[in-house]
């Protein structure tokens, strides 16, 4: 009894399973451009530009109700095994993905705090490691879409250059706030970009790790390398 | 076909859910402790305990691979709505309790890098919105179990406190570093670390709004006030 469909017209299982995934893969598309925006308004420092994309992350949360409420809906006809992971791949894909716009909007919101101050030379480390994250979302999207274990693994082992280069750019950060107690404010809140853009490359693993999850079952991924040290910088 | 349980001993899908909630209950109060022993080392500087924390957090990953499995188990059988909700909520609360622990783990893992410096007076601040996280965690946890949507909204809405208690803490360790040069690699430790606790606040709010949507479906939370004003600080 539990697997009679609610609605009048019923499309096919496939049909929607194609929808839900074009739906969560338009989602990540949202996210990398809200992220490329973000980067850009802070070269720009262009604060009308920054409060559209704060603005425009609600669609992207909109998305996501949608995508949950698809996920219902086939979840509601009692899939099998295969099936169901695609299901759970795209809840736990969209989540990532949500969090990503968010970080993308913090970043905006950061950078108008950021134009009160004089501009500072480390925008081009920020813009570095903001390139990396959306190339790794960008890159995960396509090994979720084409079902590739291997292009998602090469992301999640890509993470780590991400990481050192955030280190290295928090390492940077800390020295000139050293050397200039007025960079303090500004500095900081560049260290909170650059750990926004760090975590959204942590995102950007889960995915590739929930393309594996789906393709691969519960077959465990090889442990993979962390280089963000940035945690445990000596005082 | 699709409802046919797969194991030769089935359980009765009332105990199978049983088993989903305590084990998610589980998962969250192994995080709350994880925090309080989090707050507890970074207060008496202790090296060894802040390992054994990070240790620990790896029960809290395979609790939450538990209950994706217990989730799909439960799934394949096909659920009406309400059963459905449950499922949801679960695998969403295990995955914000997930979160949480790493934070925990996080402050910890920073308190290692603050105890090569002297101590620092605003760790008594860091104690206080740690305090009003764990507390936020243990109610939300019961709201989740007891099905109480009043008990969940009222976290949801005491979040803006603890939003508020983030920013003035934001604020005083900013004035601090411009003092004092020496003190700007361990405030930005205790920048991240505060900044962990405030996070962690944010997924107590969310497991409030999926507790929500367990009891209530889709109808809409009123909307929330925010006060981290943290990110818009001027230079």
Redesign the interface.
Known sequence: M??QPHDHIVKSYDEEQRRLLDETLRMGEMAASQLEAALDVVQRRDDNAAARIIENDEAIDTLEQEI??D??KL???????RD??E??AA??IA?DIERIGDYAA?VA??S???N??PPLPQISGLQSIGKLAVQQLRDVLVAYRDNDVDAARAVRDRDADLDAAYTALFREL?TY??ED?RS???C??L??MA?NIERIGDHATNIAENVWFLVRG?DELPPREKRDES?????
Request: aromatic letters at 2%; zero cysteines.
């Open positions: 539990h697997n949950s409420h996920v219902m979840a509601l006809r009692g899939p099998m095994a169901l992971r299901i759970l809840i736990r989540s913090n919101k950061r108008t705090a950021l009160l101050a800390l706030m050293m107690a303090i404010t500004p900081t809140h260290l909170f750990k519960n945690n445990t910088v000596a005082p």
